[in-house]
């Protein structure tokens, strides 16, 4: 997965990043879209809003699905 420009492989580097993220900083985030691409790639899109530099922003989830299981998702405004 790749988020901030920064790739990030393996079940241990995803369950550290996430747990990064998820306490770096406050804030909310809601689903404002999602469509499916194509039948292994989708599209959400988030508006999150808290005490991160710039305070709002529109994030695009791309992701790829594999026999069910995500196998790649890159995160991106």
């Known amino acids: 997965m ?3 420009g ?3 492989r393996g079940a241990r580097a995803i369950e550290t990043w996430l747990t990064r993220s998820a306490s770096e900083y406050t804030y ?3 689903l404002t879209g999602a469509h499916k691409v194509d039948p292994d ?4 899109t988030h508006h999150l809003e808290g005490n991160f530099p710039g305070g709002a922003v529109d994030l ?3 992701f790829t699905l594999s026999d069910g ?3 790649n998702l ?3 405004p």
């Open 6 to 8: 920064k790739t990030h």
């Open 69 to 71: 299981l995500i196998e």
């Open 60 to 62: 695009h989830y791309c």
């Open 2 to 4: 790749t988020d901030e």
């Open 41 to 44: 790639h989708y599209l959400a």
């Open 74 to 76: 890159v995160i991106e």
């Open 28 to 30: 909310t985030i809601e």
